[in-house]
């Protein structure tokens, strides 16, 4: 099947996750997961992109993250991808390919999905069984988020000002809540599927400015017996 091309599209954020090959592990030890950061802080800054929420977990990446130029996500990825390998295969005396192809990445729609996404991202190590709650686990943006420490990297996005006192006690709260399970499924498909993760009518209306699929194909019915 052929890759769908990116959107081609700038000031709206991306969910995006990119994995290590065959799920391997990609982090090794603290210095990597420094490495990373301060390689996406210098690509972010060079080619125009807003990092608004961020965790690296051992065997995979994920972003939200607003492009200021057409095709700044692809460069930063690209500038990321090429400086880190080169360290862990200088650092750890590895060779071959680290990363599980390209990165995928969904459009993400209106102030609730950019909340939810939000909250995706910080709670996965939560999910994971690898801490009992997220400011356990350094490598997020969790942290900046909550108001309890600085992080040059993070870049809040508006939406954030909704949940009241955010950066702050507010985000802290929100990611206390429950998540919506079907919330999260959707999230998971709009990522895996590179779509859209937002609203029909946010759907429809990037699918009239782009010409491009923002949500699965339906299966063409069956015939008649």
């Known amino acids: ?29 603290e210095a990597d997961f420094r490495t990373y950061l301060e390689a996406l802080g210098d690509a972010a800054t060079h080619y125009g992109v807003r990092v608004h929420a961020y965790v690296l ?3 995979h990446v994920h972003l939200l993250a607003t492009p200021l130029e057409a095709g700044a996500v692809s460069r930063t990825m690209q500038s990321v991808g090429a400086r ?14 680290l990363w599980e192809g390209r990165y995928r990445a969904c459009l993400v729609g209106e102030d609730a999905y950019v909340l939810a996404a939000c909250r995706y991202i910080d709670l996965n190590p939560v999910r994971a069984r690898m801490v009992s709650h997220p ?8 942290g900046a988020l909550s108001g309890l420490r600085r992080d040059a990297l993070v870049s809040p996005h508006p ?9 702050g006690p507010g985000y802290a709260q929100w990611c206390g809540m429950p998540s919506d399970e079907a919330e999260l499924t959707a999230l998971r498909a709009a990522t895996a599927g590179e779509l859209a993760f937002g609203s029909d009518a946010f759907k429809t209306r990037i699918e009239d400015t782009t010409d491009r699929a923002t949500r699965p194909r339906r299966s063409a019915p069956a015939a008649a017996a």
């Open 1 to 29: 099947m052929p890759r769908r091309p990116r959107f081609p599209l700038t000031g709206y954020p991306l969910h995006i996750v990119q994995r290590g090959n065959d799920r391997q592990p990609c982090f090794f030890c």
């Open 57 to 59: 977990m051992t065997n």
């Open 84 to 97: 880190y390998v080169g360290y862990v295969n200088a650092t750890h005396g590895r060779t071959g390919t």
């Open 135 to 142: 400011v356990a686990w350094r490598w997020s943006s969790y």
């Open 159 to 167: 939406t954030l000002s909704l949940l009241g006192d955010a950066p």
